[in-house]
């Protein structure tokens, strides 16, 4: 017999020019894991801030029950006391105080005189990560553990609030395939403990994998009623979430191969930590005009410091040689690769070099400001009639285009970062996870732009985890170990197992 813990009534959330939430109902029943699926900046993340006190009453309207009590809470901290908990797109911790005081932030044991009583603050955090099966030492300062880690620090901290309701809202995007395996394990371990679930999530697998139900939000609403994961296809939950079929998820478009250009050779970055290794060693490719060039890997790989490198990121510290279309360059910094015609999308959610502050149509000329000016000044229309056009193209979702980015949900933020990239017309593009954290409908659109981009004569290089996604748009795919290019495969011979096999350390070329 299921037992509703939780019900959500009429939630409507206006933020200034958008309607976020429009009459939302949903119920979370005991020990449920429910997935809330929904394209971006359909409001996913908002109804997780009305359920957690960020916005609290009455910035929104419609009520909230837990188990039949109407609640309305003032600020996270009664909501956290209420019994629910979430971890943020975006971690919420503070890395530089200790694992066990973040877990415990404004709540640690104290003595008669004010005093934190450490060893009790110790062992309390102990025990609440030995229920996670963690072996994490609460001494540990928090910004010396793995992303994965950290994560794992805040679903103690909710454990230790005795929470009942947890959200995660996109928690596997910076995580490795065993980061994700484990919170998986922790993920059930609580359902099993009869802690409540709601899970955000892009990846349609992880979801498939994980959850008993899903709701599909789109626009502020909620489509259709809560359907049970055994009783839906992956295609049913898309069509829902975009509102239309997708029978091509990877729009591959195959042109002719053209001249050479970028080649680089025996490029080369020590690790300044560990002198006996080279974060990227030795790696040498050709990429063409007219095609995609995929780059597999694990995470830690190497694949992101090999694109940095050749990016100037490491300025001299690099060595091996650049050339594009035939002419060697010196590149030492990013500005000396933008300057000579290569861009990069970097996959840093956080440092997407998004000024937050500053409105869409400035964070998408920034890099391309030559184009748009004339000995003095800026030709303010140009820069306006370009942000636009991209925004329609890349289907991004806000109210203007004079609205500062951090208001743009976070799929769409990614989305100026690509925009940015596209208006600076490199000979090459590359894109490191450019379609992480944006939604299926999205990626679709990034595909088709990387087509486009490509019979434009761009050379586009793609980065990717995602191996349906590596195969799906590559014309040749570079698979990287260890710092090292472990093969080179054709679109017609690169099949999972394949690239698996030399993604795990198994070496295809010399
Ligand atoms: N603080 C804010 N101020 C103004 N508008 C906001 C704010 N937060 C969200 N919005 C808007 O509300 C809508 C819903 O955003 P929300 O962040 O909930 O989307 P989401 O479904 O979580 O998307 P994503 O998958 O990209 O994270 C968007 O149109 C967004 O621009
Ligand atoms: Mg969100």
Excluded: C
Excluded at 193 to 215: C, F, L, N, Q
Excluded at 240 to 257: C, T, W, Y
Excluded at 266 to 286: A, E, H, Q, R, Y
Aim: hydrophobic content about 40%; cysteine-free; aromatic content about 6%.
């Amino acid at each position: 017999m299921s037992e509703k813990i939780l019900e959500m009534k009429n939630i409507i959330k206006d933020f200034p020019g958008v309607r976020a939430l429009d009459k939302v109902n949903f119920t979370l029943e005991k020990g449920e894991i429910l997935a809330l699926v929904g394209e971006n900046g359909a409001g996913k993340s908002t109804l997780m801030k009305v359920l957690s006190g960020v916005w609290p009453y009455p910035s929104y309207e419609g009520d909230i029950y837990l188990r039949d009590q109407l609640v309305r809470f003032a600020n996270t901290r009664e909501a956290e006391e209420a019994g629910i908990g979430i971890i943020h797109q975006e971690l919420n911790l503070l890395p530089d105080l200790s694992v066990a005081e973040n877990i415990y932030l404004d709540r640690q044991p104290l003595g008669k005189f004010g005093g934190i009583k450490w060893r009790e603050l110790y062992q309390q955090a102990e025990k609440v990560l030995a229920r996670l099966n963690m072996d994490i030492n609460p001494r540990m300062q928090l910004g010396d553990l793995t992303v994965g880690k950290q994560q794992m620090v805040e679903i103690a901290k909710a454990l230790s609030l005795n929470t009942k309701i947890l959200v995660f809202d996109e928690p596997t995007s910076a995580l490795t395939e065993s980061e994700i395996k484990e919170l998986f394990i922790v993920i059930n371990e609580l359902r099993a403990s009869g802690v409540s679930i709601i899970y955000i999530s892009h990846k349609m697998e992880e979801i498939e994998e994980i959850a008993d139900s899903v709701v599909v939000l789109r626009d502020g609403a909620t489509i259709g009623d809560k359907i049970k994961i055994s009783e839906v296809t992956l295609d049913e939950i898309i069509a829902r979430m975009v509102g239309r079929d997708i029978n091509d998820l990877f729009p591959k478009q195959e042109f002719k191969r053209g001249a050479k250009t970028l080649e680089v050779k025996n490029i080369t970055v020590p690790d300044p930590f560990n002198p006996d290794k080279n974060l990227v060693d030795d790696v040498s490719f050709t990429a063409y005009k007219g095609e995609i060039l995929g780059i597999s890997g694990l995470m830690g790989a190497g694949r992101t410091e090999l694109v940095n490198a050749i990016f100037g990121v490491y300025g001299k510290k690099r060595t091996g040689e650049i050339f594009l279309n035939g002419n060697q360059l010196a590149i030492n910094s990013p500005a000396d690769a933008i300057e000579s015609g290569i861009a990069l999308v970097t996959e840093d959610r956080k440092e997407l070099g998004l000024l937050l502050d500053k409105n869409l149509i400035m964070n998408m000329t920034l890099p391309s400001l030559k184009k748009f000016s004339s000995s003095f000044t800026i030709d303010k229309n140009a820069e306006k009639e370009t942000s636009e056009n991209y925004v329609k193209q890349l289907n991004i979702k806000t109210p203007s285009l004079d609205v500062f980015v951090e208001k743009l949900s976070g799929g769409n933020q990614q989305k100026v970062v690509i925009g940015k990239w596209l208006i600076t017309n490199s000979d090459v593009l590359i894109l490191d996870e450019p379609t992480r954290g944006i939604d299926v409908g999205a990626k679709v659109e990034v595909y088709r732009l990387m087509n486009q981009l490509v019979e434009e004569g761009v050379t586009v290089i793609m980065i990717s985890s995602e191996l349906p996604e590596i195969m799906g748009m590559s014309d040749r795919i570079i698979v990287m170990s260890e710092g090292e290019k472990t093969a080179e495969l054709t679109r017609q011979e690169a099949d999972q197992e394949t690239i698996m096999k030399y993604a795990t350390g198994n070496k295809g070329v010399e």
